[in-house]
């Protein structure tokens, strides 16, 4: 599987962002996908993860009950929406696929799309 993320840009701390994430090649649908962010100088960390049927979700502990991963399998599509954006959220985010959920939760060995530009800044 290969990934293009898109959807990135400047936001107003407090506004929304969507991210979107195409996946091509025909095992879309077999891999758990997710969402990760790095800034510089620091190690890429997870943010958020759903499972390859989309009923299972996890999110890093700072963006629970604001961020919200989601997938549509028919289109080969993962989102990742971004709500009550800080400055703190500013990074680089990267789109992610892996077969294995522990690994991709670990950030181990995945696929990984060519990343983002997520800013929030007044």
């Known amino acids: 599987v290969q990934l293009v993320e898109s959807g990135g840009g400047l936001v107003q701390p407090g506004d929304s962002l969507r991210l979107s994430c195409v996946g091509s090649?025909?095992?879309?649908?077999?891999?758990?996908m997710g969402w990760f962010r790095q800034v510089p100088g620091k190690e890429r960390e997870f943010v958020a993860a759903i499972d390859w049927i989309g009923t299972n979700a996890k999110y890093e502990v700072s963006v629970n009950g604001r961020f919200f991963i989601s997938r549509d399998n028919a289109n080969t599509m993962v989102y990742h929406k971004m709500n009550s954006m800080d400055p703190e959220d500013t990074a680089v985010y990267y789109c992610?696929?892996?077969?294995?959920?522990?690994?991709?939760?670990?950030?181990?060995?995945?696929?990984w799309g060519q990343g983002d530009q997520v800013s929030a800044s007044s």
């Open positions: 090649g025909d095992t879309f649908s077999d891999h758990n």
């Open positions: 992610a696929a892996e077969l294995n959920w522990g690994r991709m939760v670990a950030g181990m060995n995945l696929v």
